[in-house]
């Protein structure tokens, strides 16, 4: 198994920016990818940003530009750096870790972390 710990939301005003974080333990080598959602209310969560252990990107294109996933050497942490923040970007963000796992394929949530943006 494999936990998820995010840190780094807040509140902000737009313009401005945030990290977040998210610490992985456990089984990290099982992972291939880790990455952040984000979901606001009566909303499905969506892919904002996702990082594979090779350094593959992929970001939502409505983030392109203003926002940086990036991982530690050990690829045990995920870090999203958010510039220009929008009042659109406003919701909960989620760190997800994808991986293999006794030959299944294992998805990994953390907690969530609530970032406001005001305009």
């Known amino acids: 198994q494999v936990q998820l710990v995010e840190s780094g939301g807040g509140l902000v005003q737009a313009g401005g920016s945030l990290r977040l974080s998210c610490a992985a333990s456990?089984?990290?080598?099982?992972?291939?990818?880790m990455g952040w959602y984000r979901q606001t209310p009566g909303q499905q969560r969506e892919l904002v940003a996702s990082?594979?252990?090779?350094?593959?990107?992929n970001y939502v294109d409505s983030v392109k530009g203003r926002f940086t996933i990036s991982t530690n050497n050990a690829k045990n942490t995920v870090y999203l750096q958010m510039n220009s923040l929008k009042p659109e970007d406003t919701a909960v963000y989620y760190c997800?870790?994808?991986?293999?796992?006794?030959?299944?394929?294992?998805?990994?949530w953390g907690q969530g972390t609530q970032v406001t943006v005001s305009s």
């Open positions: 997800n870790a994808e991986g293999r796992l006794a030959g299944e394929s294992r998805n990994y």
């Open positions: 456990g089984l990290v080598f099982s992972i291939n990818a």
């Open positions: 990082i594979t252990t090779g350094g593959r990107t």
